[in-house]
């Protein structure tokens, strides 16, 4: 199971009298195997709200639970991948992917089976030995996706993960991702600023406004997906082309904008 | 900016600011204005330098001097090396251990190692003991002081990734926190020696048997000024070898990861 729950949730950095309000009133239910993208100007929020599913911040009010269990301290059942990607630079591939692996009971040979079959499954066999240094962005992101999903985790929690990457790696992964969330479906907090990654990746969108973060919308994709049947296109560009996912996007963009002007009024 | 100087020019440079400081204490000595027991000539230096090589002066001869003393200093500095690192590391990582430890460290690494020596004997004797707790003295800090700066200073990043991944403590440590401060820690050690190495004559005024700082005392006693620079070059030279071998090491770690980042 995965079902992540927002109730209430404010946070502020800082003393609450004088501190900055980062998030308010923050309600949200992600149920088990969703995918869920949050989108929202830069400094909404947005990460916060992951932060918190992680267990690297704490809320300053209300509750985030996974499975109706407050969150204390980060763990392995919600595998984070960083935008930065955060390999260990001195470890290589296969030894990154193992790090999480020997925390848990695992014997020995399950855990080689395990990241034999994530190695394969991420086209990163033949790097096993290499280090992050030596593989490109695209693949260090890879290696870090391939690190988090070996877990096995109820909850994937995804930071801007494709936002440091050049245009074209970035739609390569995006196809990918879907490839491997249609397969192996996870429950998924994704965070970023790009409109049509959102759109294209997730079965629901929030929309926040700019600080103090609140969630303005949620739109659901995944019927207007099913409907339109845009997994029948494999290409990224051939979905974007949809009228369906056009008027979507425009919706998101338009309700961003309004988010601009405030704050620039 | 400045104009970059090739090695060849360094060593160059290097060797004129030697030989113009040689010729200078040459000239001093030989002009007769200072007495030859205040100021003996390089020439009587580099002469006695050569007798000690092979002829026993309290003792034993100048490598044997040179010998004993590094064997006190290895043990001091390793000493130093082992407890200071994880002590600067863990420091690092739990708080509660950095605010009770800090103030009292803090406080003593400003007493010099020397003033240790009445204690060291008292405690660990003349032979190897108070010796090697003198260098100790001096080489703990910037061991502790730079795997503890290393701690601190690796990316959150990395330290939420292992947390995340569900890494207990005593492998974050290992696995994180020691690799991330490796730079750090290498030229902890380099000034470390240094100061292992500066302690020792003061480690040896104490000690009864052998060690260039031993000889040198001896030197002192029979009003041989010679000896006792004779032992100041030998000191010079081991600390010039020391530093380039661990600067070596230092670069080719550093090299290594420059890569890797």
């Given at each position: 199971m995965g079902v992540i729950q927002?109730?209430?949730?404010?946070?502020?950095?800082?003393?609450?009298?004088?501190?900055?309000?980062?998030?308010?009133?923050?309600?949200?239910?992600?149920?088990?195997?969703?995918?869920?993208?949050?989108?929202?100007?830069?400094?909404?929020?947005?990460?916060?709200?992951?932060?918190?599913?992680?267990?690297?911040?704490?809320?300053?009010?209300?509750?985030?639970?996974?499975?109706?269990?407050?969150?204390?301290?980060?763990?392995?059942?919600?595998?984070?991948?960083?935008?930065?990607?955060?390999?260990?630079?001195?470890?290589?591939?296969?030894?990154?992917?193992?790090?999480?692996?020997?925390?848990?009971?695992?014997?020995?040979?399950?855990?080689?089976?395990?990241?034999?079959?994530?190695?394969?499954?991420?086209?990163l066999t033949q790097y096993a030995k290499h280090f992050p240094h030596q593989l490109s962005g695209g693949m260090q992101q890879r290696v870090a996706i391939a690190r988090a999903y070996v877990l096995d985790p109820d909850v994937l929690l995804m930071d801007e993960p494709f936002g440091a990457l050049d245009a074209q790696?970035?739609?390569?992964?995006?196809?990918?991702?879907?490839?491997?969330?249609?397969?192996?479906?996870?429950?998924?907090?994704?965070?970023?600023?790009?409109?049509?990654?959102?759109?294209?990746?997730?079965?629901?969108?929030?929309?926040?406004?700019?600080?103090?973060?609140?969630?303005?919308?949620?739109?659901?994709?995944?019927?207007?997906?099913?409907?339109?049947?845009?997994?029948?296109?494999?290409?990224?560009?051939?979905?974007?082309?949809?009228?369906?996912?056009?008027?979507?996007?425009?919706?998101?963009?338009?309700?961003?904008?309004?988010?601009?002007?405030?704050?620039?009024? | 900016m400045q104009k970059q100087i090739s090695f060849r020019q360094s060593v160059v440079l290097g060797l004129l600011g030697l030989a113009s400081f040689i010729g200078l204490w040459h000239g001093l000595a030989v002009s007769g204005m200072i007495s030859n027991v205040f100021l003996p000539s390089p020439v009587e230096v580099y002469d006695r330098f050569t007798t000690l090589l092979d002829r026993r002066f309290a003792g034993a001869t100048l490598q044997g001097h040179l010998f004993a003393s590094f064997q006190r200093f290895a043990y001091g500095f390793l000493l130093a090396a082992l407890i200071g690192i994880p002590l600067g590391l863990l420091m690092g990582w739990y708080q509660l251990l950095d605010e009770i430890v800090s103030p009292l460290f803090d406080a003593l690494r400003f007493v010099a190692p020397i003033a240790w020596v009445p204690f060291a004997a008292l405690w660990f004797g003349t032979g190897i003991g108070g010796p090697i707790m003198i260098i100790f003295a001096g080489a703990f800090p910037p061991c502790v002081i730079n795997a503890y700066r290393g701690a601190k200073f690796v990316d959150p990043r990395l330290i939420e990734a292992a947390n995340m991944l569900g890494t207990p403590?005593?492998?974050v440590i290992r696995e994180v926190l020691l690799p991330s401060s490796v730079?750090?820690?290498?030229?902890?050690?380099?000034?470390?020696?240094?100061?292992?190495?500066?302690?020792?004559?003061?480690?040896?005024?104490?000690?009864?048997?052998?060690?260039?700082?031993?000889?040198?005392?001896?030197?002192?006693?029979?009003?041989?000024?010679?000896?006792?620079?004779?032992?100041?070059?030998?000191?010079?030279?081991?600390?010039?070898?020391?530093?380039?071998?661990?600067?070596?090491?230092?670069?080719?770690?550093?090299?290594?990861?420059?890569?890797?980042?």
């Open positions: 927002f109730k209430d949730v404010n946070k502020i950095f800082g003393p609450r009298e004088t501190g900055f309000q980062a998030l308010q009133d923050i309600n949200l239910e992600i149920r088990d195997k969703e995918f869920v993208a949050i989108v929202g100007p830069s400094g909404c929020g947005k990460t916060t709200c992951l932060r918190m599913v992680a267990g690297f911040e704490p809320a300053t009010d209300g509750m985030v639970t996974v499975d109706g269990t407050p969150i204390k301290r980060p763990g392995p059942d919600r595998a984070v991948v960083f935008q930065q990607f955060a390999l260990f630079p001195w470890k290589s591939v296969y030894d990154n992917i193992d790090m999480g692996l020997r925390n848990l009971n695992v014997s020995r040979s399950e855990r080689e089976a395990r990241i034999a079959d994530i190695l394969t499954l991420m086209n790696t970035r739609v390569v992964m995006q196809e990918e991702l879907v490839r491997l969330a249609r397969k192996n479906p996870r429950t998924v907090l994704f965070i970023t600023h790009a409109v049509e990654e959102a759109v294209y990746l997730a079965d629901r969108v929030a929309i926040m406004t700019r600080a103090p973060g609140r969630i303005k919308e949620v739109l659901d994709v995944a019927s207007i997906r099913n409907a339109e049947d845009w997994d029948s296109h494999e290409k990224i560009e051939d979905v974007m082309d949809l009228e369906s996912f056009v008027h979507l996007r425009t919706h998101i963009w338009r309700s961003l904008r309004e988010e601009k002007a405030a704050q620039h009024a | 403590s005593h492998r730079p750090s820690i290498i030229s902890g050690l380099r000034v470390s020696a240094g100061l292992g190495w500066q302690s020792l004559v003061g480690a040896e005024l104490i000690v009864a048997s052998a060690g260039v700082g031993y000889m040198m005392v001896q030197g002192q006693a029979n009003v041989s000024t010679t000896t006792v620079m004779a032992g100041m070059v030998a000191i010079g030279l081991v600390g010039l070898a020391l530093d380039s071998a661990l600067r070596l090491a230092e670069r080719i770690i550093q090299r290594r990861r420059g890569l890797e980042n």
